[in-house]
């Protein structure tokens, strides 16, 4: 149906950045958001971001403010999630999220793991 396809992850230092890109193929009919979440071991799945196709709004969690930015190619179907001082409390697999207009069910790309350590 649809397919989300995550890259961007791996080890980075305390204060570094990654950039993380999230391409959406298949059946899609039309996207009503994208956005970033992350799971840590033994933890819950977190809310980071979202941002809207119609209008580019954006919505973040309070722990990435100021630190993250997401950010839409539309033509491309593709999100990115622009990681800076990172710190190593954002270790985790980070998920990329689709959900589209008229569709209760969302979609979940594979994970990819951001580690951030000295």
């Known amino acids: 149906q649809v397919q989300l396809v995550e890259s961007g992850g791996g080890l980075v230092q305390p204060g570094g950045s990654l950039r993380l890109s999230c391409a959406a193929s298949?059946?899609?009919?039309?996207?009503?958001?994208m956005g970033w979440y992350r799971q840590a071991p033994g933890k819950r799945r977190d809310f980071l971001a979202t941002?809207?196709?119609?209008?580019?709004?954006?919505n973040y969690a309070d722990s990435v403010k100021g630190r993250f930015t997401i950010s839409r190619d539309n033509a491309k179907n593709t999100v990115y999630l622009q990681m800076n001082s990172l710190k190593p409390e954002d270790t985790a697999v980070y998920y990329c999220?689709?959900?589209?207009?008229?569709?209760?069910?969302?979609?979940w790309g594979q994970g990819t793991q951001v580690t951030v350590s000295s």
């Open positions: 999220n689709l959900q589209q207009r008229y569709r209760a069910n969302g979609y």
């Open positions: 941002i809207l196709t119609s209008d580019g709004s954006t």
């Open positions: 298949g059946s899609i009919v039309s996207i009503y958001a």
